[in-house]
Nanobody
Framework: QVQLVESGGGLVQPGGSLRLSCAAS????????RGWYRQAPGKQRELVAI???????NYGDSVKGRFTISRDNAKDTIYLQMNSLKPEDTAVYLC?????????WGQGTQVTVSS
């Protein structure tokens, strides 16, 4: 089992920045992809960013150039640096770890972008 705990969400003004963290515990053996997703009220969950074991990254079109995913293997933690935030970035942000045949999700952290 893998337990994931997100942190770092909050209220920020448009144009501001936030850094989210997702700390993993338990057995991460076999995890080959780690990522961030988000879900806004009334909308489907969407990909924000993923990072593979060889540090290849992929981003959703709406966040390219503004968000950066990274990881710290020693801490079993991934991060999402979010810059130039827009009101449409408001959502619950969840992290997901994937091993063959199984996904693990955190509970999510709320990000609200509003003036």
């Amino acid at each position: 089992q893998v337990q994931l705990v997100e942190s770092g969400g909050g209220l920020v003004q448009p144009g501001g920045s936030l850094r989210l963290s997702c700390a993993a515990s338990g057995s991460i053996f076999g995890i080959y992809v780690r990522g961030w997703y988000r879900q806004a009220p009334g909308k489907q969950r969407e990909l924000v960013a993923i990072i593979s074991n060889n540090d290849n990254t992929n981003y959703g079109d709406s966040v390219k150039g503004r968000f950066t995913i990274s990881r710290d293997n020693a801490k079993d933690t991934i991060y999402l640096q979010m810059n130039s935030l827009k009101p449409e970035d408001t959502a619950v942000y969840l992290c997901k770890y994937t091993r063959i045949g199984r996904d693990y999700w955190g509970q999510g952290t709320q990000v609200t972008v509003s003036s």
